[in-house]
C-alpha cells in the first residue's frame, strides 16, 4: 500500500513540442512539475521518473507493426506514404516530430509503472497519460499510443480485476472504448462534448454493455457537471465496486480551451478527482486534451493539490507567478493578451448556471439503463 500519493514526470515533455502550428506545441507537464515544486507540493520521495516503455510492453494492446513504424519514424524523421496511410502518422493531427516516439513512450511507461505501483492500492497522479484515442494499429487524434488501456491492463496483471474508467475529456474516448468493448469487468463513463471529434460515444452507444457515454452540449458548466457527477458518475461507480479507478482528466472542457466549446472551470474537475477517492482501492489519474498551457498548468497542478490535500493558495507565490508568466501561447488570440489572473491564481472562479433538461433526461436515460 503506498502510504502517500505518487506523481510520476519526466524531463522529456520540457521543449518537445508536435511542431509550431500543433495544438500540442505548447508545455504542460513541465508546468505542473515547475508550479508543484514552487508550493512545496512535490518533494522528491513523491517524485518518479517515468520509465520509457519497451516495444514488448507496448505491443501488450499495440500491434508489434505499429510500433516499429513508430519507431522507424522517429529515427528517419519522414514516413512514407504506405505508413502514413496505414499508421495515420506524418499527417497533421499526428506528425512527426523529434520525440514522436520517446514522448508517447515514456507516458505509456509511466502508465504501465502506475499499474504495478498501485498493485498493494494508493493513488498515482501521471499527468502525461491520458492519450485515449490511440488504436491497436494506428495514431489517433494526437494520440500515437494509448496509454489508459496499457494502465488498466497493468492493472489487471497486478492483481486488479475490475475497472472503472471515468473520462471528463472534452472528446470521447474512443480508443479506450474500442479496447474495452463487452467486457464486464470494466466499466466505462465518458462524458464528452456532442459532435466534437470523433463524433463516437452517443448517448445509446453501450459497447457491448460496458460503456456509459454522455455527450453534452457547448457551454456545459460546473453545475451540470456536478449534477452528473452525483447522479450519474458516483452512483454507477459505487454500483460496480471496482478494484481500481483510473480517471482521465483532460482540461480541455474549461472556457479557455481553443478546440471544444465548453464552459467549465477547472473546479468542476478538482470536485471529480475528490469524489473518486477512496471510492475503490487504487486510483490512478491522467491527464488527456488541453491546449492552452495556462489553464492546463493550473488545472493539473490543483488536481495533485486534491490528491493530497494541499489547500490552493488564493494567490500563488511570486515563484509560481514566474513560471506562470514565462508561459507563451504564440499564434492564438488567447495568448495575445492573457488576464492577469492566469499568472496569479490557479483556482477559476466558478462556472455555475441552470442544469438543461437534455442533460438531466440523459443521465437519466444512463441510470435506466444501468438499473441505478
Known amino acids: 500500500m503506498l502510504t502517500r500519493p505518487l506523481f510520476i514526470g519526466s524531463e522529456i515533455y520540457r521543449g518537445s513540442s508536435y511542431g509550431g ?10 508546468t505542473v512539475m515547475d508550479l508543484s515544486r514552487v508550493l512545496g507540493w512535490l518533494p522528491d520521495q513523491a517524485y518518479v521518473n517515468s520509465p520509457r516503455a519497451k516495444p514488448a510492453a507496448l505491443t ?44 508517447p513512450a515514456t507516458a505509456a511507461g509511466g502508465s504501465i509503472l502506475a499499474g504495478e505501483l498501485l498493485a498493494g492500492g ?35 496483471h497486478h492483481g486488479a480485476r475490475r475497472i472503472a474508467y471515468v473520462d471528463i475529456d472534452a472528446h470521447h474516448s474512443d480508443g479506450v472504448e474500442h479496447g474495452f468493448t463487452g467486457d464486464r469487468d470494466a466499466l466505462m463513463i465518458s462524458v464528452h462534448e456532442e459532435n466534437l471529434w470523433p463524433k ?110 494541499y489547500e490552493v493558495p488564493e494567490r500563488l507565490p511570486a515563484g509560481g507567478e514566474d513560471v506562470l508568466r514565462g508561459l507563451e501561447f504564440n499564434g492564438n488570440r488567447l495568448g495575445r493578451n492573457p488576464p492577469e489572473h492566469w499568472f496569479t491564481t ?6 455555475g448556471g441552470e442544469v438543461r433538461q437534455v442533460i438531466r433526461e440523459g443521465v437519466a436515460y444512463l441510470r435506466a439503463r444501468r438499473g441505478l
Open 200 to 309: 463516437t460515444g452517443a448517448l445509446t452507444e453501450d459497447a457491448g454493455g460496458s460503456a456509459l457515454n454522455l455527450p453534452v452540449p457547448r457551454g456545459f458548466n460546473d453545475d451540470e457537471m456536478a449534477h452528473i457527477r452525483d447522479v450519474l458518475i458516483l452512483s454507477a461507480v459505487e454500483g460496480f465496486a471496482p478494484d481500481a479507478i483510473v480517471l482521465q482528466c483532460g482540461a480541455d472542457a474549461v472556457t479557455e480551451d481553443p478546440l471544444p466549446h465548453l464552459d467549465l472551470s477547472n473546479n468542476a474537475h478538482w470536485a471529480v478527482v475528490r469524489a473518486l477517492m477512496g471510492m475503490a482501492p487504487r486510483l490512478l489519474v491522467l491527464g488527456g486534451g488541453g491546449y492552452n498551457p495556462w489553464s492546463v498548468g493550473r488545472l493539473w497542478t490543483g488536481v495533485w493539490a486534491t490528491l493530497n490535500g
Open 21 to 30: 502550428t500543433h495544438p500540442l506545441r505548447v508545455p504542460r507537464v513541465s
Open 60 to 103: 501488450a494492446w499495440h500491434t508489434p507493426e505499429y510500433v516499429a513504424a513508430l519507431q522507424a519514424a522517429e529515427a528517419a524523421q519522414s514516413v512514407s506514404e504506405d505508413v502514413r496511410v496505414r499508421h495515420h502518422l506524418g499527417s497533421i493531427s499526428n506528425p512527426v516530430f523529434p520525440e514522436m516516439f520517446r514522448r
Open 122 to 156: 494508493g493513488i498515482v497522479y501521471n499527468p502525461a497519460g491520458g492519450t485515449h484515442h490511440g488504436m491497436p494499429d494506428r495514431a489517433n487524434g494526437f494520440c500515437y499510443l494509448n496509454d489508459p488501456v496499457l494502465a488498466m491492463l497493468s492493472l489487471r
Open 346 to 351: 490557479l483556482r477559476d472562479q466558478p462556472r
